[in-house]
C-alpha cells in the first residue's frame, strides 16, 4: 500500500511519533519541525516549531495531557544552543 503522505529525508527524518485527540503528532530531526497530521484527513498536515528549537527527536502525550517534545542538537548534526538539549511542553488546543 501506497504511503498517504511521505517527505524528503532533509525536510523530515521522522524520529518519534505520539497520537492525541484525533492528530499525529511527528517529530522530525533534520526538518526541525513538529508536525501534526489528523487523523480523519492524513493526506494533510501542518508544521509547527519550524526551525525554533532545532531539531526535533521525540514527542510524546506528558501525564497532565500536555504535549512534550525533545530537542536533540548536541550529538553533533544540530547546532547547539545554550540550554540544549530539553524537553518543552505545550498545551494542546482543544478541536
Known amino acids: ?3 498517504v503522505q511521505q517527505w524528503r529525508p532533509g525536510a ?3 524520529s518519534g511519533m505520539a497520537h492525541a485527540g484525533g492528530t499525529l503528532f511527528v517529530a522530525n530531526l533534520r ?3 513538529l508536525r501534526s497530521v489528523p ?3 492524513p493526506g494533510t ?3 509547527h516549531f519550524s526551525r525554533e528549537f532545532g531539531r526535533i527527536r521525540d514527542v510524546t ?7 512534550w517534545f525533545l ?5 553533533g548534526r544540530g547546532r ?3 540550554g540544549d538539549d530539553r524537553i518543552l511542553a505545550v498545551d494542546l488546543a482543544e478541536g
Open 1 to 3: 500500500m501506497d504511503p
Open 71 to 75: 530537542t536533540n542538537n548536541t550529538d
Open 80 to 82: 547547539p544552543q545554550p
Open 39 to 41: 487523523v480523519s484527513d
Open 12 to 14: 523530515a527524518s521522522p
Open 61 to 67: 502525550v506528558a501525564p497532565d495531557g500536555r504535549l
Open 45 to 47: 498536515s501542518a508544521e
Open 31 to 33: 526538518g526541525q519541525v
